[in-house]
């Protein structure tokens, strides 16, 4: 029984706003660059406005659920703001925006502490005060003979004020109908998806439904009535609508006159003015650990099913007919296929998404550092595991930070060398082969000098990938250097660190005066791995196969020993092997880890690590699938060089190696 | 006041947990080698869907490996979010032991054992070391 006092599981609640207080505080920040960047176009962005009052109202209410008085305050002070700039008709002036950016970092400032356990410092009183004293935008009018006569009476004063200022930009205004239909919903066309297709080429104004003659085809009865902003061409607006080009207007001309108008309350999901609040009902929020306890109990369904076709198979040594349990197990086998596939799709985000902290980032770090910055990201549909993201998502601030901090010049160096005023970055994102994404970052800064790195290093550096050797080494990179000559500096051992750890990898080109371009080579889930499992000495290990280059024959008489004994007269592990033409280093594996000689190896995996070759030796490879890869967290068995374990079937954990780790620390105990 | 407590046996001498430490008993078929952990880690398991280290706690206390017998068991304990597993000759009992006849671990005993035995407690005239779970699953590893 529950005692009445009990207290509710605070801890819980508090992870469940945090994690929602942070969601919409990305929001409102995106909102408020939307704004921003409409006020550099003269043109207004009440949908963004609404989304960020939206933001800022759940924000409140959710802090004041769990008592944190400070967020509450400041959540509010800036609501007042936005709502005047609602009813004005959705326009923030520059100053305004400013004063936003910083109120909603005050509140991310406070949702940090709470999420640490800290104390939530109280709400800064200047900054409430200019909140108070800030005024919202000003309202462009707009002459009533401009709109048409039917709209006239439908039009709300920030829905006029976008009219307005759309006309003032000189962007055309279109109306146009669409009438859902049986053959529109067969091909997939919805109002919701004309709205994503005229929200993607222009700024819609207004969709109003009335009621239609209901036919066979429009069995519904209803049409929408669509007011929007556009440059683009009647043709292309008609193709968004997926409607013709002929049901598409000018704003001057007339649009059919409605016929009977309906109840608008009836069509109120449909009346909401985001096209994505339909959809945006479907989702659900799970925690990743609760995906991570499905995935668990899936890999051990998989190893039992290992299990259970091992005994038929004894059955059938037996002479029993087990043809009917074959087919059912080779069932079992699919539906738990298709089942992993669907537990890794949930687990997935857009890459768009995780990028969007980058935008602010870009911001406020351009505004303090006196550049100006472009910031360009381009991931289109690219989906990853939320896993690998959060882990990714550090490099690339650091990456991004680096770029906008250190390599790019200002604004006026940039036109003295006959660059554009505004610098230039840009974090892309594709899918490549073997479920790997490479995301690159790069800027048309300043570019690395290689030279005064190799004076600095006291080394030679022939090329980019000894540069980035040198550049991500520890000893270097945590070295207070003067990074505004060499245009990177600090903390690069900590981005090539997180890529290794994913299974990835790091690269770069540079060009001095040109700019510089980072690719990280990471996989899209670390959940799921296709691995190559071999016997190494007494056990059997496995690797992710995206970094094996290449498995070769080894023929004991093909390795060379070089002559590079230990001052103790012990060899060194790295010996030389031929292949096809070229002497590369090669490791025994076994001797590697200690546990066997190698003399029993049979076959070499050649990775390649930044463009350098170097084969691991094995006494046989076993095979190749599909597996659910573990992390190994507990500080027992947190060992280079190991990057998880897997189930191969027999209910025994496998190791999966990092054979990237292990070759740099072949390479360092073959320099000892 | 008595509290419940696993006892089980290493070399010659028997020790207690508390059973609230405890998760459950495994038997103990083979472990995962894990190159590269310290020495007395047994290696790896798979217990009820958990992939768990396990400590040998034979070398953990420097005795010498033995030959596994069909006795050996693996002791599930979990420390804070942490869950291991301590491989021992034996355990088969639970005892209440009456902690008002927990002592001061001898000197001597002390400094064999590495701080690993905090008391000793007495029943039925049986001696019961009672061990530092946190210290043997090297806690200092994990601020390392």
Same mark, same amino acid.
């Given at each position: 029984?529950?005692?009445?006092?009990?207290?509710?599981?605070?801890?819980?609640?508090?992870?469940?706003?945090?994690?929602?207080?942070?969601?919409?505080?990305?929001?409102?920040?995106?909102?408020?660059?939307?704004?921003?960047?409409?006020?550099?176009?003269?043109?207004?962005?009440?949908?963004?406005?609404?989304?960020?009052?939206?933001?800022?109202?759940?924000?409140?209410?959710?802090?004041?659920?769990?008592?944190?008085?400070?967020?509450?305050?400041?959540?509010?002070?800036?609501?007042?703001?936005?709502?005047?700039?609602?009813?004005?008709?959705?326009?923030?002036?520059?100053?305004?925006?400013?004063?936003?950016?910083?109120?909603?970092?005050?509140?991310?400032?406070?949702?940090?502490?709470?999420?640490?356990?800290?104390?939530?410092?109280?709400?800064?009183?200047?900054?409430?005060?200019?909140?108070?004293?800030?005024?919202?935008?000003?309202?462009?009018?707009?002459?009533?003979?401009?709109?048409?006569?039917?709209?006239?009476?439908?039009?709300?004063?920030?829905?006029?004020?976008?009219?307005?200022?759309?006309?003032?930009?000189?962007?055309?205004?279109?109306?146009?109908?669409?009438?859902?239909?049986?053959?529109?919903?067969?091909?997939?066309?919805?109002?919701?998806?004309?709205?994503?297709?005229?929200?993607?080429?222009?700024?819609?104004?207004?969709?109003?439904?009335?009621?239609?003659?209901?036919?066979?085809?429009?069995?519904?009865?209803?049409?929408?009535?669509?007011?929007?902003?556009?440059?683009?061409?009647?043709?292309?607006?008609?193709?968004?609508?997926?409607?013709?080009?002929?049901?598409?207007?000018?704003?001057?001309?007339?649009?059919?006159?409605?016929?009977?108008?309906?109840?608008?309350?009836?069509?109120?999901?449909?009346?909401?003015?985001?096209?994505?609040?339909? &959809?945006?009902?479907?989702?659900?929020?799970?925690?990743?650990?609760?995906?991570?306890?499905?995935?668990?109990?899936?890999?051990?369904?998989?190893?039992?099913?290992?299990?259970?076709?091992?005994?038929?198979?004894?059955?059938?040594?037996?002479?029993?007919?087990?043809?009917?349990?074959?087919?059912?197990?080779?069932?079992?086998?699919?539906?738990?296929?298709?089942?992993?596939?669907?537990?890794?799709?949930?687990?997935?985000?857009?890459?768009?998404?995780?990028?969007?902290?980058?935008?602010?980032?870009?911001?406020?770090?351009?505004?303090?550092?006196?550049?100006?910055?472009?910031?360009?990201?381009?991931?289109?549909?690219?989906?990853?595991?939320?896993?690998?993201?959060?882990?990714?998502?550090?490099?690339?601030?650091?990456?991004?930070?680096?770029?906008?901090?250190?390599?790019?010049?200002?604004?006026?160096?940039?036109?003295? &060398?006959?660059?554009?005023?505004?610098?230039?970055?840009?974090?892309?994102?594709?899918?490549?082969?073997?479920?790997?994404?490479?995301?690159?970052?790069?800027?048309?800064?300043?570019?690395?000098?290689?030279?005064?790195?190799?004076?600095?290093?006291?080394?030679?550096?022939?090329?980019?990938?000894?540069?980035?050797?040198?550049?991500?080494?520890?000893?270097?990179?945590?070295?207070?250097?003067?990074?505004?000559?060499?245009?990177?500096?600090?903390?690069?051992?900590?981005?090539?660190?997180?890529?290794?750890? &994913?299974?990835?990898?790091?690269?770069?080109?540079?060009?001095?005066?040109?700019?510089?371009?980072?690719?990280?080579?990471?996989?899209?889930?670390?959940?799921?791995?296709?691995?190559?499992?071999?016997?190494?000495?007494?056990?059997?290990?496995?690797?992710?196969?995206?970094?094996?280059?290449?498995?070769?024959?080894?023929?004991?008489?093909?390795?060379?020993?070089?002559?590079?004994?230990?001052?103790?007269?012990?060899?060194?592990?790295?010996?030389?092997?031929?292949?096809?033409?070229?002497?590369?280093?090669?490791?025994?594996?076994?001797?590697?880890?200690?546990?066997?000689?190698?003399?029993?190896?049979?076959?070499?995996?050649?990775?390649?690590?930044?463009?350098?070759?170097?084969?691991?030796?094995?006494?046989?490879?076993?095979?190749?699938?599909?597996?659910?890869?573990?992390?190994?967290?507990?500080?027992?068995?947190?060992?280079?060089?190991?990057?998880?374990?897997?189930?191969?079937?027999?209910?025994?954990?496998?190791?999966?190696?990092?054979?990237?780790? &292990?070759?740099?620390?072949?390479?360092?105990?073959?320099?000892? | 006041?008595?509290?419940?407590?696993?006892?089980?046996?290493?070399?010659?001498?028997?020790?207690?947990?508390?059973?609230?430490?405890?998760?459950?008993?495994?038997?103990?078929?083979?472990?995962?080698?894990?190159?590269?952990?310290?020495?007395?880690?047994?290696?790896?398991?798979?217990?009820?869907?958990?992939?768990?280290?396990?400590?040998?706690?034979?070398?953990?206390?420097?005795?010498?490996?033995?030959?596994?017998?069909?006795?050996?068991?693996?002791?599930?304990?979990?420390?804070?979010?942490?869950?291991?597993?301590?491989?021992?000759?034996?355990?088969?009992?639970?005892?209440?032991?009456?902690?008002?006849?927990?002592?001061?671990?001898?000197?001597?005993?002390?400094?064999?054992?590495?701080?690993?035995?905090?008391?000793?407690?007495?029943?039925?005239?049986?001696?019961?070391?009672?061990?530092?779970?946190?210290?043997?699953?090297?806690?200092?590893?994990?601020?390392?």
């Amino acid at each position: 029984m529950n005692e009445p006092n009990e207290p509710i599981d605070l801890q819980e609640f508090l992870g469940a706003f945090v994690v929602e207080a942070e969601e919409l505080i990305a929001t409102a920040n995106a909102s408020l660059l939307e704004i921003e960047t409409a006020i550099g176009d003269a043109t207004s962005r009440p949908r963004a406005v609404r989304e960020l009052f939206r933001a800022l109202h759940t924000i409140k209410g959710l802090a004041s659920m769990i008592g944190v008085e400070p967020i509450v305050e400041i959540a509010h002070a800036l609501e007042t703001l936005v709502r005047a700039a609602d009813r004005a008709g959705g326009s923030l002036h520059r100053g305004a925006v400013e004063i936003a950016l910083q109120a909603v970092g005050a509140i991310a400032e406070r949702v940090r502490a709470v999420a640490e356990h800290r104390e939530v410092t109280k709400a800064p009183e200047a900054l409430l005060a200019e909140i108070a004293s800030t005024e919202a935008g000003s309202v462009a009018s707009i002459p009533e003979a401009a709109i048409p006569p039917e709209w006239r009476t439908r039009l709300s004063p920030s829905e006029r004020q976008q009219l307005a200022l759309a006309l003032e930009a000189r962007v055309p205004v279109w109306t146009l109908s669409f009438v859902p239909s049986e053959a529109n919903a067969a091909r997939g066309i919805t109002i919701t998806t004309v709205r994503a297709g005229l929200g993607a080429i222009g700024e819609i104004v207004k969709v109003i439904p009335r009621s239609v003659a209901a036919t066979a085809d429009v069995k519904l009865g209803v049409a929408f009535d669509i007011l929007i902003a556009s440059d683009a061409t009647q043709l292309a607006i008609a193709e968004a609508a997926s409607t013709d080009p002929e049901r598409v207007f000018p704003l001057v001309q007339r649009v059919p006159t409605p016929a009977a108008e309906l109840d608008l309350d009836s069509f109120e999901p449909v009346e909401r003015d985001d096209g994505g609040a339909i &959809l945006g009902r479907a989702v659900v929020r799970v925690e990743l650990p609760r995906l991570d306890d499905l995935q668990d109990q899936l890999s051990l369904l998989i190893a039992s099913r290992f299990r259970l076709e091992r005994e038929i198979g004894c059955f059938s040594e037996l002479g029993h007919n087990v043809q009917r349990l074959h087919e059912i197990v080779r069932i079992q086998g699919r539906l738990l296929r298709d089942l992993r596939r669907a537990i890794l799709r949930a687990r997935m985000v857009k890459v768009t998404e995780v990028l969007e902290p980058l935008t602010i980032l870009v911001r406020s770090l351009a505004r303090s550092g006196g550049t100006v910055v472009q910031l360009e990201l381009d991931a289109c549909e690219v989906e990853l595991d939320k896993a690998v993201a959060d882990r990714l998502l550090p490099a690339l601030i650091h990456l991004v930070r680096n770029a906008v901090d250190h390599a790019i010049e200002l604004p006026d160096q940039r036109v003295a &060398l006959g660059k554009p005023r505004a610098a230039k970055v840009r974090v892309s994102c594709i899918e490549v082969a073997g479920n790997y994404l490479e995301i690159v970052v790069s800027d048309d800064g300043r570019g690395i000098d290689r030279a005064a790195i190799a004076r600095r290093a006291n080394c030679p550096i022939d090329d980019d990938a000894r540069l980035l050797e040198v550049l991500t080494s520890p000893g270097f990179s945590t070295r207070d250097v003067p990074t505004k000559t060499s245009g990177r500096g600090i903390g690069m051992d900590i981005v090539r660190r997180i890529a290794s750890d &994913l299974g990835g990898e790091l690269s770069m080109t540079t060009q001095l005066g040109a700019g510089t371009s980072f690719t990280l080579r990471v996989p899209v889930t670390i959940a799921v791995m296709d691995v190559f499992s071999f016997q190494c000495g007494p056990q059997a290990f496995v690797v992710p196969t995206a970094v094996v280059d290449e498995v070769i024959e080894v023929d004991a008489e093909r390795i060379v020993v070089p002559l590079n004994l230990h001052a103790d007269g012990t060899a060194s592990p790295l010996s030389l092997i031929e292949r096809r033409g070229h002497a590369i280093p090669v490791v025994s594996l076994g001797a590697l880890l200690a546990i066997d000689s190698g003399k029993r190896a049979r076959k070499a995996l050649v990775i390649r690590r930044n463009g350098d070759p170097i084969a691991f030796t094995v006494d046989r490879m076993i095979g190749r699938q599909e597996v659910v890869v573990r992390t190994i967290d507990d500080a027992l068995v947190n060992v280079p060089g190991i990057a998880g374990t897997t189930d191969l079937g027999d209910g025994r954990p496998t190791l999966v190696l990092d054979l990237n780790e &292990l070759g740099i620390m072949a390479r360092e105990r073959g320099m000892e | 006041m008595t509290t419940l407590h696993v006892t089980f046996r290493v070399g010659t001498a028997d020790y207690a947990l508390p059973a609230a430490q405890v998760l459950h008993l495994e038997s103990f078929e083979i472990a995962t080698h894990v190159p590269g952990a310290p020495t007395y880690v047994a290696g790896l398991m798979q217990v009820r869907g958990r992939v768990v280290p396990v400590v040998d706690l034979r070398l953990r206390f420097g005795l010498a490996s033995i030959e596994h017998t069909i006795d050996h068991r693996v002791v599930v304990v979990q420390v804070g979010t942490r869950v291991a597993g301590l491989l021992v000759d034996s355990a088969r009992e639970v005892v209440q032991l009456d902690e008002t006849s927990f002592a001061q671990p001898p000197e001597i005993l002390d400094r064999q054992s590495a701080g690993f035995v905090t008391a000793v407690a007495t029943l039925a005239n049986r001696l019961f070391l009672l061990i530092d779970v946190s210290r043997i699953i090297g806690e200092e590893l994990t601020h390392a």
